[in-house]
């Protein structure tokens, strides 16, 4: 299976500040990244997708000036939340879509990052 | 918009115990895949299944995709109190460049000792 990193794993930061958070692919490349968030106990929700070299889509209702994402290249994904308020607290996931076969894809998660807005 | 309803939400059982989690949708997906999940790490895939009718069998957990791939079913046996966790499946499509994966609300599952 492949492997997803992320980085930091928790992060706690003043209301007002920005936040990068670092999503690597490790053994292989990812084409398309996805960020998603998630409150305790509940599924995943999925934010945005982003192609290596296009633009990231956003999913309705997800500011896309205040979650920046970068897919810089197929092996690392970037998501910045800008001017962070305590709302914006969440566990925030990265995941990358790895296509082995032929309509055998599947989709690899980070570990997560925690991020807790003061 | 594809829905994946999952069920039950919570179950708390002891160990030794048999379960059954359900997803079910009137779209068709596919591959359909489940993840487990423990608090503050993110989801660990079990399977992905692609074929309608599959049946893969993970020692103790045996996961099935209907038919029409409209619905998928994980059985555990004898549960164990390490299978404790938030159980999630996920449809995908096969939309090509606009591929996303749909999330069922995720079962909670508790195994006592």
């Known amino acids: 299976g492949a492997v997803v990193s992320q980085h930091p794993s928790w992060v706690i930061c003043k209301s007002g500040t920005s936040v990068k958070i670092e999503c690597r692919f490790l053994d292989f490349q990812a084409t398309t990244m996805f960020w998603y968030r998630q409150f305790p106990k509940q599924s995943l929700m999925l934010m945005a997708t982003s192609n290596e070299g296009s633009k990231a889509t956003y999913e309705q209702g997800v500011e896309k000036d205040k979650f920046l994402i970068n897919h810089a290249s197929l092996t690392l994904s970037t998501l910045t939340v800008t001017s962070a308020h305590p709302e914006d607290s969440s566990f925030y996931i990265c995941s990358a879509r790895a296509v082995w076969t032929f309509r055998t894809d599947t989709q690899y998660f980070g570990p997560g990052t925690r991020l807790t807005v003061l | 918009t594809q829905l994946l309803e999952q069920s039950p939400q919570f179950l708390s059982i002891q160990e030794g115990e048999n379960l059954t989690v359900y997803c079910n949708s009137s779209s068709v997906f596919s591959s359909l895949q489940w993840y487990r999940q423990e608090p503050g790490e993110g989801p660990v895939l079990l399977v992905t299944?692609?074929?309608?009718?599959e049946v893969k069998k993970l020692k103790r957990l045996t996961f099935q995709f209907g038919d029409a791939r409209k619905d998928s079913s994980l059985h555990i046996t004898a549960a164990q109190p390490g299978d404790t966790g938030l159980y999630l499946c996920?449809?995908?499509?096969?939309?090509?460049?606009?591929?996303?994966?749909?999330f069922g609300k995720g079962t909670l599952l508790t195994v006592n000792p």
């Open positions: 299944v692609v074929t309608g009718g």
């Open positions: 996920a449809g995908g499509n096969s939309g090509g460049s606009n591929y996303k994966l749909t």
